[in-house]
């Protein structure tokens, strides 16, 4: 298990951006999400739907993240 820092005041500094636009794009990130873990429950309840939402969907959040 890889251990994550937890607390770093000097978050924003290093990623070189404002407080408004990282919780605005973290808030996204989150929403989305949510929303692919309710995906995953349907489908695991009713495997004919939803069957490449949520894979698909995680691959594109980290492609995303990774170009931060």
């Known amino acids: 298990i890889k251990l994550i820092m937890l607390i770093d005041f000097y978050h924003l500094k290093k990623a070189k951006v404002g407080y408004t636009i990282h919780g605005i794009r973290v808030i996204k990130i989150a929403l ?7 995906a ?6 009713l495997p004919f739907i939803f069957f490449e ?4 969907g995680v691959k594109k959040i980290n492609q995303e993240i990774s170009q931060f």
């Open 32 to 38: 989305r999400l949510i929303f692919l873990g309710l």
């Open 40 to 45: 995953g429950i349907i489908h695991a309840l």
């Open 53 to 56: 939402t949520v894979s698909t």
